[in-house]
């Protein structure tokens, strides 16, 4: 076979082999199709005739059964006793001869004898006796599923009866089976609908005379409903009577019609189209559409009479149901010719291969003997034995054997190189099956030496089996030749190399040393100089000298951040620039950062814009200190190539789907932009847009260029986009992985509050709004307020809870001015703030109470503003009561105790001592761990008491945990070991208050500080120090539900919900209740959330449920939602089931606290009610 298809592949070729075997499964397909469709309906209807015929057998022999089994339950009632005792009764004037048996007594056996066989025989609906003359004497009925014997009363005549007339001349035995119809009662149709089935036989006294009729009615129902369970879909069944009429019939409507519908009979619903066989037709029907059918006629014997006693069944099967089948036939026979015409070509094609492959073996050994023969190599084949057996042109030429004499011979007996054993070389190859390489020398005449390259290469069969050995024998004389050559040009090479490569190490060490030494000559009298200009600053100067002074510090600065920049471009070339990891708070850096420059932009008429919204992290691990560099490069850069418009510095996060954070810096300005074609060059050191960058506006070209590669070190990038005179953005992106950052949700501190922005740049407009819809607060168009003040719209009807309005604008003096209008219309007024750039002193005004916001706008200044809320804010008109702090007794107490407060961020500092300035002690700053430790040394030494440690987390230089252990170890002192340590953390998550702890701090509250919690956990500790003399003892790492449940407020804060909602009691109850009432539903949501693991709609809810905890001052709530949040962002299944553990019966204490507040004001409600 294969040999055929190899010659056929050689003659056709490949694919002409392919074409020719499709064109034959093609035709041997048509062939095979058209024969089978010729033959495929015929088939088919004849099974469908041999199926319908066997049906309708099925359909016939179920009737003569049931009428059989009528017939011998027929005759079984009529040979019981009473019923020839009741003739002999009656004709005998009620006494039976016999027995002497009273007419009414034989009536009374066989009425019980009637009812005992209706109980028995569900089928059967009524037996009978009836006169000679047609009247009902004895009648037994089942009705509304009861057996009833029915009282002479309503006995009836039935002598008009279809079935009596024909059951009268009845002769001894025969049996009458009457038509099915409906049942009648008093010349009505019966309904139910009951088909009945009547059989009568004959009674006959001792004389032969006609007594009357015994006569049963049987449901039809079951016979049909028999016939029809026989006849599976989608064949239908239809019965018809001997005149056509329906008894059974797919169409409810038509069945019964002798009885409902006698103008419905066969012949005039269905239309013969044509006769098939005996008994089988294709018919129409006419009242749908004249739908064709497959029709088998079969005749249901039921009695002799041919009237009344023959029915008709009709096995109906739709023609559609034909073409299915014909479909699905074909579907069948098809796949598998199709399947078989597959392996057919498949099995061509592995047969056409492997011709072709045979070919392709028998050209490629033609063409490598051609190579060998052609080759100026020596190759010589070799068996396993170590004869001879090819030898090519080259060998002979070499050697100066012909190959008919060399093969044959063993290899050692031509005696090709002296010094080579080439036998055992062949058996060492044969036996490693790895190939063998070595240099020999060939002496010829006149004493001229040839250089060889011998290899010896096994030559493998299947299987790696060795079939011989091929030694290659190269003449290399040439290419030695070359070589010796090249390692004498390679050896000089290498020492003009070795002297340039010392020249330039000691030029790089010069370069180094001088760098070094440079930096350090110029840094000491640059020292000097600062210190001089210092010293001159504190004299009094005249005008002239101040302007002089400044001249030079502004130069002094300007050579030192170029002696900075300097050195490192230095470090980063030489790949020496370490980095100085650690945690900090992004947002504080950038803040920072940004506040302190944001005076320079100002004082040239630039507005600043900081955007930190959506900086999700509360702390990173990196430098902060190149991350300043970079952003103050960045904004230095800005404000120089910027005159007018506004510079922005926009902060954000991303969190990616593989766990890491994009932190990710924009600096954008509208300043003069840089042209395409120099933006290239734009990131090389001592590089500048175009020369004239330098002459107007100074530089080196070294920022940016340092900016790019910081980027890099800090595993991030450096990029911008510049359109020339419409300004640059440059996005400094640092990717941080798992484990390198924490995040943060701030809290929704303006829930449910509205507020209107009126300033004058848009970019700081829509700064200062997106921060107030991050802190859940509602924004209302402040062109209403704007519209008044101008004179040109009336009073607004709604006034926002809060109004920022800019301070040096107008409208600020206009709202002072009309404030005593809006007093007059509007129970509650907004709270003013003015937002306010740092050259720009308090402005008095004469009615309204005005706070101030920093200009840029600081996002946690902003936070802070909202967080801890004065109840004299000026807000509302009724001023509630301040109650004291704490009770003179306690004052008394702690009276002169002294507090460190250690943070990174000069605010918060601010915000800690403005809280505890109400309280009688006296305090000390830190703004690191380091410094920490140092000023309570000097504590230590002056012999002063710290009594109590604020101490925030995230610091540079030594952060608050590390601080804390420094502190427990005795580093500030033996004096400070057991100080109350109190942790300000920006965390509200479980994990951040055990690392707090563990790292031995007494206690902790989070950030935004609310001021009464801050009094109140530093005045306990200050009084169990102050008071008693106890060493405070940390509290125990208990389990996190535990530690919140005992702080009542910390459960629920409600004085610190009413605050946000401006004291409005009536507001703060219905949120309440809207939490009592819908969170049960939500927190059940969740827990089937968790279970099922649906990560995200945990997430949701657990992101509502914090919101809605915020809002009425569930800050346990809202910390443990927060963390939930987070653990489904990481889908941690395991941390998930256990924070929902923890937070079950947090929910729950918080439920009931609810619950108790909630009840009196329902009983108040419901009391006014009833009034």
């Known amino acids: 076979m294969v040999r055929q298809i190899s010659r056929l592949s050689s003659l056709f070729g490949g694919r002409s082999l392919l074409l020719a075997a499709s064109m034959l499964v093609l035709m041997v397909a048509l062939v095979i199709i058209a024969s089978f469709e010729s033959q495929l309906n015929q088939n088919i209807v004849d099974g469908l005739r041999s199926d319908l015929e066997i049906q309708s057998e099925q359909v016939n022999n179920q009737a003569q059964d049931r ?37 009414d007594q034989w009536r009374h056996r066989l009425e019980t004898i009637f009812v005992a066989f209706l109980q028995n025989n569900r089928e059967y609906e009524q037996l009978r006796i009836l006169s000679s003359d047609g009247m009902e004497l004895i009648r037994v009925d089942r009705r509304g599923g009861a057996v009833q014997v029915i009282d002479d009363t309503n006995l009836q005549d039935k002598q008009g009866r279809d079935y009596f007339q024909a059951s009268k001349d009845l002769q001894q035995g025969e049996i009458y089976t009457s038509p099915i119809n409906l049942n009648r009662e008093f010349g009505k149709i019966d309904y139910p609908y009951r088909p009945m089935l009547r059989l009568a036989t004959p009674i006959f006294d001792d004389n032969g005379g006609h007594f009357g009729l015994l006569i049963v009615n049987i449901n039809a129902n079951a016979l049909l409903s028999s016939f029809k369970r026989l006849v599976p879909a989608p064949i239908e069944l239809v019965l018809t009577d001997s005149d056509g009429y329906f008894l059974v019939h797919p169409d409810e409507e038509m069945r019964f019609s002798r009885d409902l519908h006698p103008d419905l009979v066969w012949d005039k619903h269905y239309q013969q189209s044509k006769t098939l066989k005996r008994n089988f037709e294709l018919v129409l029907d006419s009242y749908h559409d004249n739908k064709p059918y497959y029709a088998y006629r079969r005749a249901i014997t039921l009695s002799n009479d041919a009237q009344s006693g023959r029915l008709t069944a009709t096995l109906m099967a739709p023609k559609q149901y034909v073409q299915e089948l014909a479909v699905s036939r074909r579907i069948s026979v098809y796949s598998f010719m199709l399947a078989v015409g597959v392996l057919f070509l498949f099995v061509v094609i592995i047969l056409g291969r492997s011709a072709r492959s045979s070919q392709a073996l028998a050209k490629e050994k033609a063409q490598s003997a051609a190579i060998i023969d052609g080759s100026k190599d020596a190759i010589i084949g070799v068996g396993t034995s170590g004869v001879v057996n090819n030898w090519n042109r080259a060998a002979e030429l070499l050697f100066g054997y012909d190959a008919d004499y060399a093969k044959g011979h063993f290899i050692n007996q031509l005696a090709l190189l002296p010094e080579v054993d080439l036998a055992a070389l062949v058996s060492k190859a044969n036996q490693g099956n790895k190939t063998l390489n070595l240099d020999a020398e060939l002496p010829l005449n006149e004493g001229r030496i040839v250089d060889l390259y011998v290899s010896v290469s096994p030559i493998l069969g299947e299987n790696k089996h060795a079939l011989g050995v091929a030694i290659i024998i190269r003449d290399v004389s040439i290419e030695k030749q ?12 290498e020492k003009k190399v070795a002297i340039r490569t010392q020249e330039l190490q000691k030029a790089s060490l010069v370069k180094s040393s001088f760098i070094s030494n440079i930096s350090h000559e110029m840094r000491t009298p640059l020292n000097g100089i600062v210190g001089t200009l210092n010293l001159v600053r504190k004299d009094s100067l005249t005008e002239r000298q101040a302007r002089y002074l400044e001249m030079a510090e502004v130069s002094v600065n300007t050579l030192s951040a170029l002696i900075n920049d300097v050195l490192d471009l230095s470090k980063i070339e030489a790949g020496k620039l370490d980095l100085d990891m650690s945690s900090f708070n992004p947002l504080n850096l950038i803040e920072s950062v940004c506040s302190s420059m944001a005076v320079k932009a100002q004082e040239k008429g630039i507005e600043f814009v900081i955007d930190v919204v959506d900086l999700r992290c509360q702390s990173v691990d990196s430098d902060p200190h190149r991350i300043t560099q970079i952003l103050t490069n960045l904004i230095n850069n800005a404000i120089k190539f910027t005159d007018h418009g506004y510079i922005k510095v926009r902060a954000h996060s991303r969190l990616r789907e593989t766990g890491e954070l994009e932190f990710i810096c924009e600096v954008s300005d509208t300043g003069i932009g840089i042209a395409e074609e120099n933006q290239a060059k734009l990131f090389t050191a001592f590089s500048q847009a175009t020369s004239s960058i330098a002459a107007q506006y100074g530089g080196t070209g070294l920022g940016l260029s340092i900016c790019k590669e910081l980027s890099e070190l800090l595993n991030g990038k450096m990029s911008f986009e510049s359109h020339k005179g419409q300004g640059s953005c440059f996005i400094f992106t640092m990717v941080l992985h798992q484990g390198e950052f924490k995040l943060m949700a701030p ?29 859940g607060g509602k924004l209302l168009p402040g062109s209403p307020i704007r519209d008044w003040l101008n004179q040109d719209a009336p009073v607004p009807d709604v006034l926002p809870h809060v109004l920022i309005v800019e301070q040096r604008h107008s409208l600020l003096t206009d709202l002072d001015s009309l404030w005593p209008t809006l007093t007059a219309t509007h129970k509650r007024l907004p709270r003013v703030l003015a937002f306010q750039k740092s050259a720009d002193g308090n402005k008095a005004l004469r009615n309204i109470e005005l706070e101030y916001l920093n200009n840029p706008l600081l996002f946690s200044e902003f936070m802070q503003k909202f967080g801890a809320p004065k109840a004299s804010s000026g807000v509302e008109n009724v001023h509630p009561q301040v109650t004291p702090i704490i009770s003179e007794e306690e004052a008394h107490r702690i009276k002169g105790a002294r507090v460190l407060v250690v943070d990174d961020n000069e605010i918060n500092i601010e915000v800690a001592l403005g809280i505890l300035s109400e309280l009688p002690l006296e305090f000390v700053r830190a703004i690191n761990g380091q410094e920490a430790l140092t000023k ?17 987390c995230q610091m540079p230089i030594l952060n608050g945990y590390d601080c804390t252990r420094a502190i427990r170890a005795g580093e500030a002192g033996e004096a400070f070991v057991d100080t109350p340590i109190i942790a300000m953390t920006a965390s509200a998550m479980m994990g951040e208050r055990d690392k707090c702890i563990e790292a031995g701090m007494n206690d902790y509250i989070t950030k935004p500080i609310v001021a009464e919690r801050l009094q109140e956990k530093v005045t306990d500790w200050l009084i169990s120090v102050c008071e008693f003399g106890d060493l405070p003892t940390l509290v125990e790492a208990a389990p996190h539900e535990e530690i919140q449940v005992k702080d009542e407020d910390y459960v629920w804060n409600r004085q610190l919900a009413l605050s946000r909602l401006m004291n409005n009691e009536v507001l703060f109850a219905e949120i309440c209740q809207m939490y009592h009432d819908t969170s049960p539903a939500q927190v059940g949501e969740l827990e089937e959330a968790i279970a099922a693991k649906d990560y995200e709609k945990v997430r949701q809810l657990s992101h509502g449920l914090k919101g809605l905890s915020s809002s009425i001052g569930a800050i346990q709530l809202q910390e443990q939602f927060l963390s939930l949040e987070m653990e489904a962002k990481m889908k941690n299944c395991d941390k998930l089931n256990l924070l929902f553990g923890v937070i079950k019966p947090c929910y729950a204490k918080l439920m009931e606290r609810l619950q108790e507040t909630l009840e009196p004001k329902d009983e108040v409600q419901n009391a006014s009610a009833q009034t």
């Open 67 to 103: 009428l059989n089994r009528y017939f011998n339950n027929l005759r079984f009632l009529f040979e019981t006793p009473p019923i020839s005792g009741l003739s002999r009764a009656r004709n005998n004037q009620g006494i039976d001869p016999v027995d002497e048996t009273r007419y």
């Open 482 to 493: 070359a070589a010796k050559k090249i390692q004498l040009v390679n050896a000089e090479l």
């Open 747 to 775: 809290e929704a501190l303006l829930h449910e509050m509205t507020c209107s922005v009126l300033l004058v740049n848009e970019a700081q407009q829509a700064c200062v709004e997106a921060a107030i819809a991050r802190l």
């Open 936 to 952: 309570l040394r000097e504590c230590e030494q002056e012999g002063l008491g710290v009594h109590c440690i604020l101490m925030d």
